[in-house]
């Protein structure tokens, strides 16, 4: 049986499940920049959004967007391996574009290691487009692909 889930504002108490979802999904082979402190200084923040996608009480996804003057910098966002495909990615892809498109932004830019085939087929799937490369984007040494998506003309 596939189990429902929530999205929601993420919790204070969630910052260190966050934190290491970030260091076991997205940051592998590099310094683990995104620790608990600094995902609960995002959620503080009050340009940033930190949601999360519960299954019962279990958090098995996040994402956390920072909304600029006019765009949206998509700074991080994983399913916990066990639940991906099943749509969790979209639901909380989606919740923050509406946030974006509601804010009047005209844009959203995230990042993606080069390497990172399934992250890169799943913005493509959400309309986003591949706009540059940038090389040594990670500690200098792991290129990254710039994503973009327009929301609006400006
Ligand atoms: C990228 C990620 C968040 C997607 O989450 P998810 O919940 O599995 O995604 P969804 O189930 O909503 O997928 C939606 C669509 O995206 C595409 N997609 C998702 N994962 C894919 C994969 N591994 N390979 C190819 N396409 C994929 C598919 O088109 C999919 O639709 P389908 O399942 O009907 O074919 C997840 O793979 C992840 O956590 N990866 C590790 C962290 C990461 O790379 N984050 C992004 C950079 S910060």
Same mark, same amino acid.
Request: charged share 30%; net charge positive; hydrophobic share 45%.
């Given at each position: 049986?596939?189990?429902?889930?929530?999205?929601?504002?993420?919790? +204070?108490?969630?910052?260190?499940?966050?934190?290491?979802? +970030?260091?076991? !999904?997205?940051?592998?082979?590099?310094?683990? +920049?995104?620790?608990?402190?600094?995902?609960?200084?995002?959620?503080?923040? !009050?340009?940033?959004?930190?949601?999360?996608?519960?299954?019962?009480? !279990?958090?098995?996804?996040?994402?956390?967007?920072?909304?600029?003057?006019?765009?949206?910098?998509?700074?991080?966002?994983?399913?916990?391996? +066990?639940?991906?495909?099943?749509?969790?990615?979209?639901?909380?892809?989606?919740?923050?574009?509406?946030?974006?498109?509601?804010?009047?932004?005209?844009?959203?830019?995230?990042?993606?290691?080069?390497?990172?085939?399934?992250?890169?087929?799943?913005?493509?799937?959400?309309?986003?487009?591949?706009?540059?490369?940038?090389?040594?984007?990670?500690?200098?040494?792991?290129?990254?692909?710039?994503?973009?998506?327009?929301?609006?003309?400006?």
């Amino acid at each position: 049986m596939i189990a429902s889930y929530d999205i929601a504002f993420a919790r +204070s108490s969630d910052a260190v499940g966050i934190a290491q979802l +970030s260091r076991d !999904a997205i940051e592998q082979g590099l310094p683990w +920049s995104w620790t608990p402190p600094r995902v609960l200084r995002s959620m503080r923040d !009050a340009d940033t959004n930190a949601i999360v996608a519960r299954e019962r009480d !279990a958090l098995v996804g996040f994402a956390i967007m920072k909304y600029r003057d006019d765009e949206a910098h998509l700074f991080l966002m994983a399913v916990q391996f +066990s639940r991906r495909r099943r749509g969790i990615g979209r639901a909380l892809l989606d919740w923050l574009e509406l946030t974006a498109r509601n804010a009047g932004l005209a844009s959203i830019r995230a990042e993606v290691r080069e390497t990172n085939g399934p992250a890169r087929s799943f913005y493509a799937r959400h309309g986003y487009t591949e706009a540059q490369l940038l090389r040594g984007y990670y500690e200098r040494h792991d290129d990254a692909v710039l994503l973009k998506k327009t929301l609006r003309g400006l």
